[in-house]
């Protein structure tokens, strides 16, 4: 007998993660995950090839094929990173890399948008709302600006799962969610945010639901599977989280911990918040949400310029809070996110001075990042107008015991990790079984098939510190915030 599963599929911005849910049990799911490169060929460009997805895809599906046996797969979600962006032909040909998230190069273009947006944002945008190096129309512009002949023989503007669905189906579409900035009530775009940059309606995909079926496996696609297999639409990793963190009421709250920090807060309310991504309400759904700039590409980038692996950067933090001192670390290594959005920002040690030691700068890190994680959430919070009663965590990183603890120390709240960190795959495999009909809705299939693990509690002892540092923390960005730009435009003298 072959096991019923939902095959769950998240193109993440360091790998893609595949996961079979199967659908015998109380949630069990088998996971494989492949990485791919991000290419910098410049300063502050960071670019991948959609080729690179759909091998991934190929592998994750061949070693969970050897490893579970044989599976009848009844249905597939999919979900991704976003703000990550390229343009294909019609016949669905990349003519761009996929400039991902992370990419600044359209930094100049973001700031035309938004100066000519900027007399009309609540009208435009019906309240706060910043066009940055990550919109897709400030890509669009790019593009059209410095590699004109990909923009003449452009067809459509894709997101990475809009990719891998187009890959699988033929069909080419996108949820309301993903587009980020160009899509209102109703999910129908915005015609007056589009015409501020003319030409860019003829780019973008028709709009399905999130949940819906975009179509079914054709017989020839790059994962091998078989034919007619119900695909749903899907939408972005951080809602992917969301059902898979099995968020079903007012006051839940998630972090997901990858190669960045992203937060969330479900409400059934608005209270629009400077810096905080507030989602058009969603089957009466409220989601406020934001994701910052380096979360683990934080921890990578520490062990790579210490010359350690992560676990060996883990085991010298935990050595550092035998003896900690005040030290901050600002996390911008790549400009930030939510809720500042400033992609001058820069990384820092603060406080260094002849007695720190390796394992003191490791320690920092991890809590510079939960400090971030701490300053979204709080603005969060206020965007949900109400106080947040649970947050669970997910992730890569919310494997790490240690950095758990630290996160809970610095939020002052207690974190609830999920039994399986993949949360997008597990989400992504919700939203195939809504589109399949097996499943009626995603708040019943997240009550149903989301498990929990230990919950880990703030430590009393740590508190006062980390309360403390965080203080600090946000005044040394207040005071460095002017300096950032003029230590950013010294190096391109």
């Not at 059902?243 to 960045?260: I, N």
């Not at 992504?428 to 995603?442: N, Q, R, Y």
Request: glycine residues 10%; aromatic residues 6%; contains cysteine.
């Amino acid at each position: 007998m072959r096991r019923a599963a939902a095959l769950g599929i998240d193109v993440g911005t360091t790998a893609v993660k595949v996961g079979l849910l199967f659908l015998d049990g109380a949630g069990e799911m088998e996971t494989a995950s492949r990485p791919y490169p991000t290419r910098r060929p410049r300063d502050g460009w960071a670019e991948q090839d959609p080729a690179d997805w759909l091998a991934a895809l190929a592998a994750c599906r061949a070693e969970l094929d050897a490893r579970c046996g044989p599976v009848e797969i009844r249905a597939i979600g999919v979900c991704s990173q976003v703000n990550t962006h390229h343009l294909v032909d019609a016949q669905l040909r990349p003519v761009t890399p996929a400039i991902t998230w992370q990419d600044l190069r359209a930094a100049p273009e973001a700031a035309e948008i938004d100066a000519a947006a900027a007399p009309r944002r609540t009208e435009l945008w019906g309240g706060p709302f910043t066009a940055d190096a990550s919109f897709s129309l400030s890509r669009v512009l790019w593009v059209e600006r410095h590699a004109p002949a990909a923009s003449a023989a452009a067809r459509w503007i894709l997101s990475p799962k809009d990719h891998v669905v187009a890959a699988l189906t033929g069909e080419v579409v996108t949820d309301a969610l993903s587009p980020i900035g160009v899509v209102g009530p109703g999910d129908a775009y915005l015609p007056d945010v589009l015409a501020l940059v003319p030409g860019s309606a003829r780019l973008l995909p028709p709009i399905r639901p999130f949940d819906a079926a975009a179509g079914a496996t054709r017989p020839e696609n790059p994962a091998g599977l078989p034919a007619g297999i119900p695909v749903s639409v899907g939408t972005m990793d951080a809602w992917g989280s969301i059902f898979g963190s099995g968020l079903v009421r007012p006051g839940q709250a998630m972090e997901v911990s990858g190669t960045s920090e992203v937060v969330a807060v479900r409400s059934d309310r608005t209270v629009p918040t400077p810096g905080v991504i507030s989602f058009p309400p969603v089957r009466g759904a409220h989601l406020h949400a934001g994701p910052t700039q380096a979360g683990g590409d934080s921890l990578s980038w520490a062990a790579r310029c210490f010359g350690v692996s992560v676990p060996e950067l883990l085991a010298l933090a935990e050595e550092g809070r035998r003896d900690p001192r005040p030290l901050l670390f600002l996390p911008h290594l790549a400009g930030e996110r939510a809720p500042l959005w400033n992609p001058d920002a820069r990384g820092l040690f603060l406080g260094i001075t002849s007695t720190t030691e390796l394992r003191h700068l490791a320690l920092a890190v991890l809590e510079g990042v939960a400090f971030s994680a701490r300053r979204l959430m709080l603005a969060c919070e206020t965007a949900a107008g109400l106080p947040i009663a649970e947050v669970r965590l997910s992730g890569g990183g919310s494997r790490s015991l240690l950095w758990n603890r630290i996160k809970a120390s610095a939020h002052g709240r207690v974190l609830t990790p999920l039994a399986s960190p993949d949360s997008g795959v597990l989400g992504a495999a919700l939203l195939g079984l809504v589109a399949a009909g097996i499943e009626p809705d995603l708040d019943a299939a997240g009550t149903r098939r989301v498990r929990l693990g230990t919950p880990v509690e703030p430590e009393p002892a740590e508190q006062p510190r980390l309360d403390a540092l965080y203080g600090l923390y946000t005044a040394t960005y207040a005071a460095l915030e002017p300096i950032f730009p003029r230590l950013v435009a010294s190096g391109d003298r």
